[in-house]
């Protein structure tokens, strides 16, 4: 199995940026689809955005579309999450996740088989 590892996490104001890592630790993660949760303080674990293993398609929720952007590098075992225009309601923790079947762009928690720690994410206004 794969060990997910993420980073880049902190605290920033309203309008900033930041941009989350997760790498692979002990495994290739290659041909996994790869996705982003994340979870508020007394909400459900929602997607935020996923990719599939090629890394040609990708999906976003509404409320990030425009400002994320999901991208793999292949090569160094790693995905991103380029986060602009950050407002305080994308204020949560954010899992890095991967599914060991199939290759399109998932969009639900369960169909994802591997999970990081989560990065916290705070954002100001």
């Known amino acids: 199995q794969v060990q997910l590892v993420e980073s880049g996490g902190g605290l920033v104001q309203a309008g900033g940026s930041l941009r989350l890592s997760c790498a692979a630790s002990?495994?290739?993660?290659?041909?996994?689809?790869m996705g982003w949760f994340r979870q508020a303080p007394g909400k459900e674990r929602e997607i935020v955005t996923a990719i599939s293993s090629s890394g040609g398609f990708t999906y976003y929720a509404d409320s990030v579309k425009g400002r994320f952007t999901i991208s793999r590098d292949g090569a160094k075992n790693t995905v991103y999450l380029q986060m602009n225009s950050l407002k305080p309601e994308d204020t949560a923790v954010y899992y890095c996740?991967?599914?060991?079947?199939?290759?399109?762009?998932?969009?639900?928690?369960?169909?994802?088989?591997?999970w990081g720690q989560g990065t916290q994410v705070t954002v100001s206004s």
């Open positions: 002990g495994r290739t993660f290659s041909s996994y689809p």
């Open positions: 996740a991967a599914s060991k079947s199939g290759s399109y762009a998932k969009r639900q928690n369960s169909e994802y088989d591997y």
